[in-house]
């Protein structure tokens, strides 16, 4: 019986002695990170250094996607005091002829909006140009001064993003 000699040559066990132990196939392995069978608890320095620098490097990705959220809101608060002012001056236009008609809105020295200073160059009875100037962080922001002309050409051009709204 050839078959019963192969299956007696898988159920004898190993000898100790020869290198091998006498594993029961139920027992679980050691763990990986174990030291004389005692397993490890906790985190090793090299694991923890790891750890602490990819949470910095998320926090600084965070930080500064928070810092131009700031910046983006400035701006498009900017942007709509200009783009107001501008359609309440062409109203006046069409209404009166005169960009400097009593009935026209004036923009006043203090006018802001968010971290911008808006002024207008000298308003002429057949042209203006709003101005929103930024102050203080928003000093530092790409698209720096916005400008809309009484023909609603904006500046700056470039980059495109200045002018999203």
Not at 19 to 34: D, L, T, V
Not at 38 to 51: D, F
Not at 71 to 78: D, H, I, P, T, Y
């Amino acid at each position: 019986m050839r078959g019963a000699s192969n299956i007696r040559h898988l159920l004898t066990p190993v000898l100790p002695g020869r290198g091998e132990s006498m594993a029961k196939p139920w027992r679980q392995p050691r763990p990986a990170h174990s030291v004389a069978g005692i397993a490890q608890r906790g985190m090793s320095l090299v694991e923890l250094s790891v750890l602490v620098l990819a949470v910095g490097v998320f926090l600084a990705f965070a930080l500064y996607a928070i810092g131009n959220h700031g910046k983006n809101v400035q701006r498009a608060e900017a942007q709509r005091v200009l783009l107001d002012t501008a359609r309440a001056l062409d109203r006046c236009y069409r209404e009166h002829g005169s960009y400097l008609h009593e009935n026209c809105p004036t923009v006043s020295d203090d006018l802001r909006a968010g971290a911008y200073r808006v002024e207008a160059a000298p308003i002429k009875p057949d042209h203006f140009t709003l101005r929103a100037i930024p102050e203080g962080r928003q000093a530092t922001d790409a698209c720096g001064i916005l400008i809309i002309h009484h023909t609603g050409l904006r500046e700056p051009h470039l980059p495109a993003a200045c002018w999203e709204v």
